[in-house]
């Protein structure tokens, strides 16, 4: 059974409670019988499910939103020191807990997984919620984005594994202690809290020592920066180290990766033996992330031929791939990815998916830079990745978070796509995308809008529009 409710989260208030990872620990709660409250920017699907929950969610930040009884008040890092009910806690002198606290405390007593990396982080995380759900293990878990099937990105189960996504952005991750964790890579992102690879290393090293002792590290063998970590953390005698991937070298080895129109076959190397499965998601980086899943579930003692079975019925994740919808013969899929690595990963499996499709087919991308910060250190990278589509459309630097960057703008990614042989066009009005797209599509595209920002928006828009044609 799962532990009950820390005192301190009893009644507790959320700031920002329809974000990806305050949503999840918030519904958890919930469910187990807290009294949640919390406010939001704005309506969302996610305030509706909280509310089905028995949560209180305010619309707007106002200090008359935070009860007087609230035991604590829950924040991340982007919460700034001036928001109202902020203010008000202080005040009333209410905790404040930050979500990594609040998530290490629904992880007590439990054997928790912690999926980490610059990339893949949420993939790896609901493959493995959906197949442990599969096999009837009826795990609790807290991801980044909310799965195709339940529609959710958390749930409290009364089985005795917690899955949780372990964001690394603002070092939060450091703060559980989970049986398994699982590093997919190691890239310098997020720039505002590091300035190098060096204080990337620490943090990862710092999270990977979290682990239990005789608990289980599974880390990619082939990305360079997991690679390094790897090296950093080979004598520390309380950690087991499995290793995944191409490399001869792997203690878990990709063999082969068969594509299958949007779905893979992978075969690994598992303890000797031989072990085929099917991911049902395009693309060799999804099969990989299949991988570290199957790799760390065989740590936790899990039989490999029942997981890999389970893993097959993983479907995705909103926002990961996700297909919107088909029009006049154009097929529409949203991707989150706003990283470099992220990109060119999406990029690939779907230009792989349309020469499958029709040597006709085209890979047609709307892009929407995330954050100044990230376009000012890897714009460059940003433009080359986007030479993998047939044309693309670079809409206006999303801000979320951050203030303009003096001279920081998406010319500068399309300045680099340009460079890199792209066939590239600025939109700064996203309102027109859909009759852009309309112009620019024909039957077998595909269209695929990309980024962490509100261009997710724009998929609906672009197949009501085609429905005209």
Do not use: C, W
């Not at 990806?20 to 949640?36: E, P, T, W, Y």
């Not at 797209?437 to 595909?446: E, F, Y």
């Amino acid at each position: 059974m799962a532990p009950g409710i820390p005192t301190a989260l009893d009644r507790p208030h959320f700031i920002g409670i329809g974000g990806a990872g305050m949503s999840g620990i918030a519904k958890i709660l919930a469910q187990r019988g807290a009294k949640v409250a919390g406010s939001d920017a704005k309506e969302s699907g996610t305030a509706d499910s909280l509310r089905a929950l028995g949560a209180t969610v305010h619309i707007g930040h106002a200090s008359g939103n935070l009860a007087d009884d609230a035991t604590s008040v829950v924040v991340s890092s982007a919460i700034r020191a001036d928001n109202p009910e902020l203010v008000r806690a202080a005040e009333l002198d209410i905790p404040v807990v930050h979500r990594s606290d609040a998530l290490a405390s629904l992880m007590d007593g439990l054997r928790a997984i912690a999926v980490a990396g610059t990339h893949g982080k949420t993939t790896t995380t609901s493959m493995l919620a959906v197949a442990l759900t599969g096999m009837g293990l009826d795990p609790s878990y807290a991801i980044g984005g909310d799965l195709a099937g339940p529609g959710t990105n958390a749930l409290h189960g009364e089985g005795d594994i917690f899955v949780a996504e372990a964001d690394e952005s603002d070092r939060s991750f450091q703060k559980y202690d989970p049986q398994v964790a699982i590093v997919l890579n190691v890239e310098l992102d997020h720039h505002a809290n590091y300035a190098s690879m060096d204080e990337i290393y620490e943090s990862f090293e710092t999270f990977a020592r979290k682990i239990v002792p005789g608990g289980t590290l599974v880390v990619n063998a082939d990305q360079e920066g997991a690679v390094e970590l790897t090296t950093r953390l080979r004598n520390d005698d309380l950690l087991n180290i499995v290793t995944y991937g191409d490399s001869a070298q792997a203690d878990v080895r990709v063999h082969k990766i068969t594509p299958r129109g949007l779905s893979s076959e992978v075969t690994v190397l598992l303890n000797g033996k031989f072990l085929t499965f099917t991911v049902s998601v395009p693309g060799a980086h999804y099969a990989h992330n299949a991988v570290a899943a199957l790799a760390a579930g065989v740590a936790l003692g899990l039989p490999a031929h029942n997981l890999a079975s389970a893993l097959g019925t993983y479907t995705g994740v909103k926002r990961r791939l996700q297909l919107k919808g088909e029009e006049q013969g154009v097929q529409v899929i949203d991707s989150y990815a706003h990283h470099p690595t992220e990109m060119t990963a999406d990029l690939e499996a779907m230009r792989g998916a349309t020469a499958s499709d029709s040597a006709d087919s085209r890979l047609l991308v709307v892009f929407q830079p995330h954050l100044f910060s990230r376009t000012q250190e890897l714009g460059k990278e940003m433009g080359e990745a986007l030479a993998l589509a047939d044309a693309s459309v670079v809409l206006d630097i999303y801000p979320a978070r951050e203030d303009p960057i003096e001279g920081i703008t998406s010319a500068l990614i399309v300045d680099a796509a340009k460079a890199a042989g792209a066939d590239v066009t600025a939109v700064s009005d996203a309102a027109s995308i859909p009759d852009v797209i309309a112009g620019m599509s024909r039957p077998g595209d595909l269209v695929l809008t990309m980024g962490a920002g509100d261009v997710t928006d724009l998929g609906p828009k672009i197949l009501a529009r085609l429905a005209q044609k």
